[in-house]
Nanobody, 120 residues
Protein backbone atom coordinates (compact mmCIF):
# COMPACT_ATOMS: atom_id res chain seq x y z
CA UNK A 1 0.00 0.00 0.00
CA UNK A 2 2.57 2.56 1.17
CA UNK A 3 6.31 2.04 1.26
CA UNK A 4 8.67 4.23 3.26
CA UNK A 5 12.40 4.09 2.58
CA UNK A 6 14.73 5.80 5.05
CA UNK A 7 18.32 6.86 4.67
CA UNK A 8 20.90 8.95 6.46
CA UNK A 9 21.50 7.17 9.75
CA UNK A 10 24.90 6.48 11.18
CA UNK A 11 27.42 7.34 13.85
CA UNK A 12 28.09 10.90 14.97
CA UNK A 13 29.86 12.48 17.93
CA UNK A 14 27.99 14.47 20.55
CA UNK A 15 27.37 17.99 19.32
CA UNK A 16 27.32 16.92 15.70
CA UNK A 17 24.57 16.81 13.10
CA UNK A 18 22.84 14.30 10.86
CA UNK A 19 20.09 14.48 8.26
CA UNK A 20 17.56 11.71 7.72
CA UNK A 21 15.50 11.28 4.57
CA UNK A 22 12.33 9.30 3.93
CA UNK A 23 10.88 8.68 0.47
CA UNK A 24 7.26 7.52 0.27
CA UNK A 25 5.78 5.53 -2.59
CA UNK A 26 2.67 3.51 -3.38
CA UNK A 27 -0.94 4.53 -2.77
CA UNK A 28 -0.38 7.95 -1.25
CA UNK A 29 -3.81 9.49 -1.85
CA UNK A 30 -4.75 9.15 1.83
CA UNK A 31 -1.41 10.27 3.28
CA UNK A 32 -1.66 13.78 4.71
CA UNK A 33 0.96 13.55 7.45
CA UNK A 34 4.43 12.12 7.82
CA UNK A 35 6.89 12.16 10.66
CA UNK A 36 9.51 10.40 12.70
CA UNK A 37 9.32 8.07 15.69
CA UNK A 38 12.32 6.86 17.61
CA UNK A 39 12.86 3.80 19.79
CA UNK A 40 15.77 3.28 22.17
CA UNK A 41 16.29 0.22 24.40
CA UNK A 42 14.70 0.77 27.79
CA UNK A 43 12.77 3.83 26.65
CA UNK A 44 9.27 4.41 25.39
CA UNK A 45 8.65 4.83 21.71
CA UNK A 46 8.57 8.58 21.10
CA UNK A 47 6.97 10.64 18.36
CA UNK A 48 9.77 13.06 17.52
CA UNK A 49 8.35 15.32 14.82
CA UNK A 50 5.47 15.54 12.38
CA UNK A 51 4.64 17.50 9.26
CA UNK A 52 1.47 17.70 7.18
CA UNK A 53 1.28 18.22 3.45
CA UNK A 54 -0.09 21.67 4.28
CA UNK A 55 3.11 22.61 6.11
CA UNK A 56 2.18 22.46 9.79
CA UNK A 57 4.83 21.01 12.09
CA UNK A 58 5.07 19.68 15.63
CA UNK A 59 8.02 18.55 17.76
CA UNK A 60 8.57 16.62 20.93
CA UNK A 61 9.84 18.81 23.77
CA UNK A 62 13.09 16.85 23.89
CA UNK A 63 14.10 17.95 20.39
CA UNK A 64 12.63 21.44 20.09
CA UNK A 65 15.23 23.92 18.95
CA UNK A 66 17.58 21.17 17.76
CA UNK A 67 15.64 19.17 15.15
CA UNK A 68 13.89 20.49 12.06
CA UNK A 69 11.41 18.51 9.96
CA UNK A 70 10.77 19.51 6.37
CA UNK A 71 9.10 18.06 3.32
CA UNK A 72 9.02 18.13 -0.45
CA UNK A 73 5.53 17.29 -1.68
CA UNK A 74 6.69 16.95 -5.28
CA UNK A 75 9.16 14.25 -4.25
CA UNK A 76 6.93 12.67 -1.56
CA UNK A 77 9.91 12.98 0.73
CA UNK A 78 10.41 14.23 4.28
CA UNK A 79 13.62 15.11 6.05
CA UNK A 80 14.77 15.39 9.63
CA UNK A 81 17.70 17.70 10.25
CA UNK A 82 19.21 16.86 13.64
CA UNK A 83 21.63 19.33 15.21
CA UNK A 84 23.41 19.44 18.57
CA UNK A 85 22.97 15.71 18.90
CA UNK A 86 23.30 14.17 22.35
CA UNK A 87 23.88 10.56 23.44
CA UNK A 88 20.25 10.50 24.61
CA UNK A 89 19.22 10.88 20.96
CA UNK A 90 20.67 7.45 20.16
CA UNK A 91 17.83 5.31 18.83
CA UNK A 92 16.33 3.62 15.83
CA UNK A 93 14.47 6.31 13.92
CA UNK A 94 11.36 5.29 12.00
CA UNK A 95 9.68 7.23 9.25
CA UNK A 96 5.90 7.08 9.62
CA UNK A 97 2.90 8.12 7.55
CA UNK A 98 -0.87 8.27 7.94
CA UNK A 99 -3.85 10.49 7.29
CA UNK A 100 -3.12 12.14 10.63
CA UNK A 101 -0.41 11.67 13.25
CA UNK A 102 -1.27 11.97 16.94
CA UNK A 103 0.60 11.33 20.16
CA UNK A 104 -0.68 8.07 21.59
CA UNK A 105 -1.95 6.69 18.28
CA UNK A 106 0.39 4.48 16.28
CA UNK A 107 0.65 5.40 12.60
CA UNK A 108 -0.57 3.05 9.92
CA UNK A 109 2.64 2.95 7.86
CA UNK A 110 6.20 2.51 9.09
CA UNK A 111 9.60 2.40 7.49
CA UNK A 112 12.18 -0.22 8.41
CA UNK A 113 14.08 2.16 10.67
CA UNK A 114 17.56 3.61 10.58
CA UNK A 115 20.04 3.56 13.45
CA UNK A 116 21.35 6.85 14.79
CA UNK A 117 24.18 6.50 17.28
CA UNK A 118 25.60 9.51 19.13
CA UNK A 119 28.89 8.88 20.93
CA UNK A 120 30.05 10.87 23.94
Amino acid sequence: QVQLVESGGGLVQAGGSQRLSCAASGSLFSIDAMGWYRQAPGKQRELVATITKFGSKNYADAVKGRFTISGDNAKNTVYLQMNSLQPEDTAVYYCVADRVLRVGVLPRYWGQGTQVTVSS
